[in-house]
């Protein structure tokens, strides 16, 4: 993106939390392409021309590439070698659709890239010139190989080898997160807009899903998350939800290992827990049953990557619910046995913490916290005092003087004996 049209898209912030970029998309063209001649086909439900442009711009939103000033500096300012989680970093960034793989000194070891005309070359961009989904990567998964499955926010997914070329691409509108278990499936959010009468009788709605495609990436099974809301004990929390536009938000989705099954079977293996920012709940949902069998509210506003950790706890990224007066932002320890929240780390005065938007905490090895300052274009690890030892500032800046500093989505510490023979 050019400086100009990053000055332009800072004027374009609106409200605070997890946004999306605004109504960038176009109404859908009048005709469609001839009928293909192979494959199951049916009539497609047809929409009024107003209903159709509103359920397409939905289905355009994403992220700004990036809105925040530039604080001074780039790259590794802090690294404490002792007390670091040794390992590796893999980043995405609004700047580019690219991930980085890294050292901790910053030195970079590999990237892949590919643009989202490449991946999705029949994809009628001239619609959504506008639009920020197809300019970077907003969550990406190494394979032991060297391959890497990278999501265009919203509209695409795409694996690629460790040399960037596609081996397959899947368009069932993915957006911000993924998993690949261990049997190689892979599970992934997706959405769709359209009017749900129940909710908006006469305004198209985002509805999440959670969906397993195999390792190909076919789709072999999907779960509404609002269905499984509304088929549950939990229906009530729906009620916190907004009844236009992108109604959940659901940004976070970790398939259970079962660690946590003794304490609450709501969270036996193969079960997902999910965040749903607009409603800020965390939630377990049974995908056999395809309903909530778990879920938290609290003092949390618009969380991100609720995640289990080996102690039963579970991390969370509360983006606007710290009362610290350091930020607004802070990652927490949640009991899920009594949803009570213990260690926390929200900043200091010397070094504030805040991000409206995405943001992501890993727990590392060595019991550190590995923390994404998405707006800030910053990550840093904490130990268990809420000391800094490690800390990165984005070298990707733009506009007159780096004024503007690309939005980091996400850094993600891959352990030391992570494979890497590929490289060679």
Known sequence: MNPLRLALAALLIAAPGCRDASDDGAP???????????????????????????????????????????AGGAG????????????????????????????????????WKVTFEEAFPSFPIDKHEKSHFRQYFRRVR????????????GHGMVKLDRDSRIEWTYDGKPHHDLEVTQDGEIVVLTREASVIRRINPREPVLEDFVVVLDESGAEQRRVSIL??????????LLARMPRQ???????????????????????????VLVSCLKTSTIAVIDLDAAKVV?????????????????????????NLGDKSGFGRSRVFELDPATKKIGW????????PFETATCGAGQRLENGNTLITESDNGRA??????????????SPHRAGPGNKFVATLFEVIRLPANTPLAWLE
């Open 142 to 153: 190494l394979f032991e190989d060297g391959g890497l499955l990278a999501i265009f926010e």
């Open 344 to 351: 926390t780390y929200a900043g200091t005065a010397g070094a």
């Open 227 to 236: 269905d499984a809301f509304e088929s549950s004990g939990y229906r009530t």
């Open 380 to 393: 840093f690890e904490v130990n268990a005092g809420g000391k800094i030892v490690w800390e990165f500032r």
């Open 76 to 111: 590794v300012m802090v690294h404490a070698k002792d007390h670091v989680a040794p390992g590796f970093n893999l980043y995405t960034s609004g700047h580019a659709p690219v991930a980085v793989l890294t050292d901790l000194d910053g030195e970079v070891l590999h990237s």
């Open 245 to 271: 536009g992108d109604i959940m938000h659901t940004n976070t989705v970790e398939v259970l290992d079962g660690s946590l099954a003794g304490v609450d079977e709501a969270f036996r293996a193969g079960n």
């Open 28 to 70: 859908a063209s009048g005709s469609g392409p001839a009928k293909p001649t192979e494959g199951r086909w049916k009539p497609a439900r047809t929409v009024d021309p107003e209903l159709a442009g509103k359920i397409d711009d939905l289905e355009q939103m994403a992220y700004l590439s990036g809105s925040k000033p530039g």
């Open 294 to 318: 778990w879920a938290a509210t609290g003092s949390w506003v618009r969380q991100h990557q609720p995640t289990v950790l080996d102690d039963g706890q579970i991390l969370v990224f509360d």
